[in-house]
């Protein structure tokens, strides 16, 4: 199913003459992740699940998921946890 949808929207590019499609495939065992654009010189782009998970009292918040599923590993860097 995956790769069916890979190579349709790789058609979909090709036949537009474009680079970009909507929701767009960047790896083929992981199909929920996604390209994050963040500007810094060493990685203009991240990849990876968008959640916002907030700690309350010692409780972990899902806040927002986009893709129908908890993450298996939660990263984040120094400069979104500053508070």
Sequence with gaps: MVTNKVFKQQKEMYDKRTHRVDDGIVSI????????????????????SKIHV??????????????GHYPKEVLADQIYCAS
Excluded: C, W, Y
């Design 54 to 67: 907030s700690m309350i009292d010692g409780i972990s918040l899902l806040d927002e998921i986009r893709f």
């Design 29 to 48: 065992n992981q199909p929920h992740v996604r390209p994050i654009v963040r500007g810094k010189s060493q990685a203009k782009v991240e990849f990876g």
